[in-house]
């Protein structure tokens, strides 16, 4: 049997495109959220949140940061908390709620994965090769957690149907 060199050129980009692959997928049903991850970080502040629920829930923000999109302005509130920082994407208007909020753990505090996923890691593939964890309940993406070295690096909140 003759393999032509371009059969086998194809096989090795496909297995490099599988190998690259570093993330992770972690799906559950019928439980909450706060049973199988920790999300005392956000303070119990939540995507799709009115920014008045948002201050009676955590105060005024610390400060804004403004970002401009193509269509339009964001007016980001940014808290800091002693482990780290909270930032809400927001529109800035007060009839519209909160997007993505995303934690970011300061470099000191060395905030580990599985300190955040109350789950067998090895169930899932999470590893020290492991640079993102996407969990899902049922059809709904509720965290993006990007790691490295099993380190959390930031922890985005979301909530998107599929």
Known sequence: MRISIRSLLLIFVLLFITSCDNSAKIVVKDIEIGLFCDTTMFRGIKPDMYYNDLCAIVGEPNEYIYMKSSDEDNHNPLY???EGKVMCFWSGNKRDKMGTIVYTPYLNTHLQVDDVIKLPLKDYD???NTERVSIYKEDTLFFI???KNLEVKDISYLM???
């Open 160 to 162: 998107i149907k599929k």
């Open 80 to 82: 800091y908390f002693k």
């Open 126 to 128: 999470i590893n020290t």
């Open 145 to 147: 957690i990007h790691v």
